[in-house]
T-cell receptor
Framework: SQTIHQWPATLVQPVGSPLSLECTVEGTSNPNLYWYRQAAGRGLQLLFYSVGIGQISSEVPQNLSASRPQDRQFILSSKKLLLSDSGFYLC?????????FGPGTRLTVT | GQNIDQPTEMTATEGAIVQINCTYQTSGFNGLFWYQQHAGEAPTFLSYNVLDGLEEKGRFSSFLSRSKGYSYLLLKELQMKDSASYLCAVDGGATNKLIFGTGTLLAVQP
């Protein structure tokens, strides 16, 4: 069965600091991968998706970026965090009829 | 535009049945997902509907009417552990990107 790993689980970072969140998937090949963010009390917002190595599509303009250096690795980054970047970041993998989420990273920007 | 509507909150009694409705207006449709999300945790997959009708999985059932842009999640024999947010999401395109509603917070009372 497929497993999604995300780390770290929680993170507190000052404004202006860099960010790197990592997601890895086991048990599947060439998955579609997604980064979502859930702000406090709000719905999930799709940030990036990838259909293959090096293929990244951005859904919303922001100071975040994503990379997919390997088939089952998806990285979310920022050079300088903003207060508004605080939230619950979720990685997901999916096919046409299923989509599963990793455990998430709770980011607080102070 | 893309729009998914769900009630914000619902309350039900342990042992009872509750129906959570979702209406959607999206430019494309490849299927509709329901997720359960407990506070502080990642969403967990409950169901997927792509054809009209009812899909049953134990205590949970999900219904879809594509012509009406409408779905519901039916929870039977409610248990206290069913207290959670329930998220409706539509797959609206070729890359299986999900568009989420803001979720329905269900409180199950003794």
């Amino acid at each position: 069965s497929q497993t999604i790993h995300q780390w770290p689980a929680t993170l507190v970072q000052p404004v202006g600091s860099p960010l790197s969140l990592e997601c890895t998937v086991e048990g599947t090949s060439n998955p579609n991968l997604y980064w979502y963010r859930q702000a406090a009390g709000r719905g999930l917002q799709l940030l990036f998706y990838s259909v293959g190595i090096g293929q990244i599509s951005s859904e919303v303009p922001q100071n975040l970026s994503a990379s997919r250096p390997q088939d089952r690795q998806f990285i979310l980054s920022s050079k300088k965090l903003l207060l508004s970047d605080s939230g619950f970041y979720l990685c997901a993998w999916g096919t046409a009829y299923e989509q599963y989420f990793g455990p998430g990273t709770r980011l607080t920007v102070t | 535009g893309q729009n998914i509507d769900q009630p914000t909150e619902m309350t039900a009694t342990e042992g009872a049945i509750v129906q959570i409705n979702c209406t959607y207006q999206t430019s494309g449709f490849n299927g509709l997902f329901w997720y359960q999300q407990h506070a502080g945790e990642a969403p967990t997959f409950l169901s997927y509907n792509v054809l009209d009708g009812l899909e049953e999985k134990g205590r949970f059932s999900s219904f879809l009417s594509r012509s009406k842009g409408y779905s519901y999640l039916l929870l039977k024999e409610l248990q206290m552990k069913d207290s959670a947010s329930y998220l409706c999401a539509v797959d609206g395109g070729a890359t299986n990107k999900l568009i989420f509603g803001t979720g329905t917070l269900l409180a199950v009372q003794p």
